[in-house]
């Protein structure tokens, strides 16, 4: 199983970016995938989720109207539009899939991460 996370970078407040993770080793269309984040001395979170078949979304309410969660089960890739982009969302941006879904509580399906992508919002 493989993760690879793209698209972060430094941007001002307000700001956005899109982030792309693509998996592989795994039936990818089977699974709700879920965007997490790990800001410096604090521990991971989940940010959104998305069913397997995309119609339905969860995102975490401190990020709910400005995020965006997509996937593209023929690419194997998930996507997460940040829009209006605070200095809080400043972390590392991972991906998985997860066992649960429309809960914080998440539980990640797979032991092996992907280096993720650092976002990193000041002015």
């Known amino acids: 199983v493989q993760f690879v996370e793209s698209g972060g970078g430094l941007v001002q407040p307000g700001g956005s970016l899109r982030l792309s993770c693509v998996a592989s080793g795994f039936t990818f269309s089977n699974y709700v995938m879920t965007w997490y984040r790990q800001a410096p001395r604090k521990g991971r979170e989940l940010v959104a989720s998305?069913?397997?078949?995309?119609?339905?979304?969860y995102y975490v309410d401190s990020v709910k109207g400005r995020f965006s969660i997509s996937r593209d089960n023929a690419r194997n890739t998930v996507n997460l539009q940040m829009n209006n982009l605070k200095p809080e969302d400043t972390a590392v941006y991972f991906c998985?899939?997860?066992?649960?879904?429309?809960?914080?509580?998440?539980?990640?399906?797979?032991?092996?991460w992907g280096q993720g992508t650092q976002v990193t919002v000041s002015s």
């Open positions: 998985n899939a997860d066992y649960r879904y429309g809960t914080t509580l998440s539980r990640p399906v797979f032991t092996s």
């Open positions: 998305i069913m397997p078949s995309g119609d339905s979304t």
